[in-house]
Every structure is written in structure tokens, then in C-alpha cells.
């Protein structure tokens, strides 16, 4: 399973299956995804866990190249993105056959095809890809960066309908101007996809949600180590002329939730007037924390922030192994939560997809 990079360093053991043999090696594999221009430093972040990277953008397999043959051990993937942005290439636009050329050169993981970006109802693009996608290979898995509206009870059942046709593995990348499996519609679309596809589907560019998608029977997951790679902005959604330096978002384990730095910090800052005091909530035990006190992500490095945040998903992705301990990861949260209420008058509200994933009659 390990060492299919080093693998393709000796072309010797090249074998013809060495594409299926590759794909199933992702099987329930938490990657992380970083943008080509910080493959660099968040190299070993991708290395940590033993998941795998996802390098992403125009530049993914120029970086990619740089790097892979030094971490043998790390499955290693490249996302050009080029669904994304305000320039977005449409999902009829023909994949460019020397981006998937190159991958079967790097002996990526699996070959990511260079998909434009499927639109409401836009069947005439989701059919290209799953077409092109076909002819591209064994190999190959289909990148469908899909707008919100194909998880839909109708549209998920051509969706669903496209993929079994077409046999085609399939990787979402789900469009959101904040989060995309925050409701209830979307993820129940989603559950029913991977419970009704006859082929791997896996998520790109997605965030906790992801541990639930695998529980629920996706083949991995790809975590975006920034903000902006947690999911698919809408094109025209680019903000202000001159924005703000991104803020900064660390996981509190407890909460399982991604929350601003500066706001853990404020909690930390109530917490410590408390007279009982439960320090267990505001230390992490991951290693690159080593149970400090979670105020300290404010200062620290962005390669320890991401290390923390990776940290805590492979845990997660550990205790998770199916919808049962999913539900059950998401209830504890929501219980600290009350508890956090309760304990520091701290009105933080739990994030929208605990409630989405949990069945509506178990609430
Ligand atoms: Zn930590």
C-alpha cells in the first residue's frame, strides 16, 4: 500500500494494473490539500498523517514535481482547479490530454482529470467529463466541481444515474459561499449518492464534513489546508477590491469545530475567571500541541496551526469508522458546546453541518 511513489522512481516495477492498484491505495485516506504555491512548506503537514497530498492550482503538477520523489511514502495528487475562480473554465471544455500525461508520469495516486466546472442543470457538462473522463483511462477519476443544486433530491438521481453509466470514479468538489454541507438537503443528497453509486466517489476540497463523508461510505477526502481550498466559491463571490489578510481558523478538538484563532482566545481569556476551571477543553493533546492551551494559535506559525488542525482530523478520522460513531463524534461536540454555554456564558453557536449530518428524528 505505502510506497507507490518510490515505486514509480524504478520504472522496472511499473506493472500494467498499477492503476487500479494505485486508486485502491487512497481507500479511506484523509489527504490534505494545499495550494501549489505552499507545497513547499506544508509539504510535511501532508506527510503527517500518512494520508497524502493534494497539491492544487495551475502550478499543482510543476510543484508536485518538485517534491514528490523525496516523500516515497506519501500518495501524492494533483487539482488544477481550473472550475474555480472568476475566468472558470466551463465542464464542456476539453481536458488538456498533457496535464493527465504528466500525472501518469509523476505516478500520481490517481489521475485527476482537468474538469471545468458543472453549473445548475448543466447536464451537457457533466456528461462531457464523465465521457472524457472514459476514454482518459482506468486510471483516470472524474473531478466534478458540481453547483449545490445536483445534490437535490431530482438532480442527485441523474447524478447518480451519470455515474453509474459512465463507470467513471468520481471526485466532488462542492461550490458554497461558506459551507457547502451545512444543510440538511445537501448532505442527505450526498449520503444518498454514495449509498446508490456503483462507483468510488471521494471529496475534494472539503473540510470536518469529509470524516463524515468516508464514515458514510466515501473513498477519501481531501481537506483544504487553507479556507479557500474548504470548498468551491462561487464565481463573483471574490469579496472586496483589497480584503483583509485571511483570518485564521484552528479546530477546537472538543468542539470539533474550525474556529477563529482570535475567538478560541477570548474563550480561553473568560474561561480562566471561572472558578472551575475544566482545563481539559482548552489544552490539545495533539502532538504538535503537546496540551498547551489553545490560545497560543494566535502566535504561532502557520505550519503549526496546520499541523494542529491536521493533527486533530487524523484523530477524528480514527475514531470515526462509520455513521454510528460519526453521529456519536457530533452529539459529544454539541454536548461541549452546552457545556461552554453553561460553564462561561460562551453563546458560541455549533456549526451548521453537526445538525445537517445528525437524522432528524434523533435530534
Ligand atoms: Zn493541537
Redesign the pocket.
Known amino acids: 500500500m505505502e510506497g507507490q511513489i518510490a515505486m514509480g522512481a524504478t520504472d522496472a516495477r511499473r506493472q500494467p494494473d498499477d492503476g487500479d492498484r494505485r486508486r485502491s491505495d487512497l481507500t479511506n485516506r484523509l489527504l490534505v490539500q494545499v495550494p501549489a504555491a505552499q507545497a513547499d512548506d506544508f509539504w510535511s503537514v501532508g506527510d503527517q498523517g500518512g494520508g497524502g497530498i493534494v497539491v492544487s492550482g495551475a502550478r499543482a503538477l510543476f510543484a508536485a514535481f518538485g517534491r514528490a520523489r523525496e516523500m516515497p511514502a506519501q500518495p501524492v495528487l494533483v487539482d488544477r482547479r481550473r472550475y474555480s475562480g472568476g475566468n472558470r473554465a466551463s465542464g464542456t471544455a476539453r481536458f488538456d490530454p498533457s496535464w493527465i500525461e504528466q500525472q501518469r508520469d509523476l505516478r500520481t495516486a490517481v489521475v485527476l482529470t482537468d474538469s471545468g466546472y458543472v453549473g445548475q442543470g448543466d447536464q451537457k457538462a457533466l456528461t462531457s467529463i464523465l465521457e472524457q473522463a472514459g476514454r482518459a483511462g482506468d486510471d483516470v477519476c472524474a473531478v466534478l466541481p458540481l453547483h449545490l443544486s445536483w445534490l437535490a433530491d431530482r438532480r442527485v438521481e441523474l447524478l447518480i444515474g451519470e455515474l453509474n453509466q459512465h463507470e467513471v470514479p468520481a471526485a466532488l468538489v462542492l461550490e458554497h459561499r461558506k459551507d457547502p454541507l451545512a444543510t440538511q438537503y445537501a448532505v442527505n443528497g450526498l449520503k444518498h449518492l454514495l449509498d446508490e453509486a456503483q462507483v468510488p466517489v471521494s471529496l475534494l476540497s472539503t473540510d470536518i464534513s469529509g470524516v463524515g463523508a468516508m464514515a458514510h461510505g466515501a473513498a477519501w477526502a481531501a481537506v483544504g489546508i487553507t479556507s479557500a481550498l474548504r470548498h468551491l466559491y462561487p464565481a463573483g463571490n471574490a469579496g472586496p477590491p483589497f480584503p483583509p489578510p485571511p483570518a485564521r481558523y484552528?479546530i477546537v478538538?472538543k468542539l470539533m469545530t474550525f474556529m477563529n484563532v482570535e475567538r478560541i482566545a477570548e474563550g480561553w481569556a473568560r474561561a480562566q475567571c471561572n472558578e472551575d476551571l475544566i482545563e481539559d477543553l482548552w489544552r490539545?493533546?495533539?502532538?504538535?500541541?503537546g496540551y498547551r492551551t489553545?490560545d497560543r494559535f494566535v502566535t504561532c506559525t502557520g505550519l503549526s496551526l496546520a499541523?494542529?488542525n491536521i493533527?486533530?482530523l487524523d484523530d477524528l478520522h480514527q475514531k470515526v469508522t462509520g455513521p454510528a460513531s460519526w453521529e456519536r463524534a457530533i452529539k459529544d461536540a454539541l454536548d461541549i458546546y452546552g457545556l461552554m454555554q453553561d460553564e462561561y456564558r460562551l453563546t458560541w453557536r455549533p456549526p451548521e453541518f453537526m445538525n445537517a449530518w445528525l437524522p432528524r428524528f434523533r435530534r
Open positions: 484552528a478538538p490539545c493533546d495533539c502532538v504538535e500541541c489553545m499541523a494542529h493533527g486533530v
